[in-house]
């Protein structure tokens, strides 16, 4: 796929995803409270169910963007890695789209926001040897998911794996948890939006203004 091509797709994905129709993110007067403790407006991609043209467009563009971004015998010996509980399915299908070889491997989430690789995923690591893992991740606000991501790919890393990435489809805050790892990431659509620690919400942020606070988890 050309570059010009692959740019317009990401644009469209962006229109469609960001659509008020699509309900993807907090309405005026509602806002989040986030994985250690950040208030913000909340992004949300199960709202692209599967079986949808939207959701099949999810999958199409991160498809195209790393088909764009590794080799085809690289991504051979890759494994995509979900993220609990969000897009375990995206990188089930992502693996599908690229019929290259690349295997899709699952995450759980366990108590107080840790996400770590399941039994099988940690099993299958070693049984495929992969060169190269690829995390792939629906929302960078601070990078924490990714990072527990890393983490545990990590600790359960075969020899043969050399690489660890993660793949952002859209980035609204700074990684900084990935950045303090030194693990480099690639996000699709960057979209900043303002993150509030509770102190500065209610002071002057959507707590301030009366926004309702719907808190993590919920």
């Known amino acids: 796929m050309a570059l010009s091509t692959f740019e317009s797709q990401v644009t469209l994905f962006e229109e469609h995803f960001f659509a008020l129709?699509?309900?993807?993110?907090?309405?005026?007067?509602v806002h989040h409270e986030f994985n250690q403790g950040l208030h913000g407006i909340k992004i949300d991609f199960d709202s692209a169910l599967e079986g949808t043209a939207l959701y099949d467009e999810w999958v199409a563009v991160t498809a195209a963007?790393?088909?764009?971004?590794y080799s085809k015998s690289l991504l051979g010996r890759a494994v995509l890695i979900g993220v609990?509980?969000?897009t375990n399915r995206l990188a089930r299908h992502v693996a599908t789209a690229l019929d290259c070889g690349a295997v899709a491997l699952e995450t759980q989430k366990l108590d107080k926001g840790i996400i770590k690789l399941t039994p099988d995923s940690i099993a299958a690591l070693h049984d495929i040897d992969p060169e190269?893992?690829?995390?792939t991740e629906d929302i960078a606000?601070?990078?924490t998911n990714g990072?527990?991501?890393?983490?545990?790919?990590?600790?359960?890393?075969?020899?043969?794996l050399r690489r660890v990435e993660v793949s952002?489809?859209?980035?609204?805050?700074?990684?900084?948890?990935l950045l303090e790892l030194s693990v480099p990431y690639h996000s699709l659509i960057i979209r900043a939006m303002q993150n509030y620690t509770p102190e500065e919400c209610y002071n002057n942020g959507y707590c301030?203004?009366?926004?309702?606070?719907?808190p993590y988890g919920q």
Do not use: F
Not at 208 to 214: T, Y
């Open 132 to 135: 190269l893992a690829i995390i």
């Open 65 to 69: 963007d790393l088909d764009l971004r």
């Open 84 to 86: 609990a509980n969000g």
């Open 141 to 143: 606000t601070r990078g």
């Open 208 to 214: 301030a203004a009366g926004w309702k606070l719907i």
């Open 147 to 160: 990072a527990s991501v890393v983490l545990s790919t990590l600790l359960h890393a075969p020899p043969s």
């Open 21 to 29: 129709e699509s309900n993807s993110y907090d309405p005026e007067g």
């Open 168 to 177: 952002h489809t859209v980035e609204r805050g700074v990684p900084e948890k």
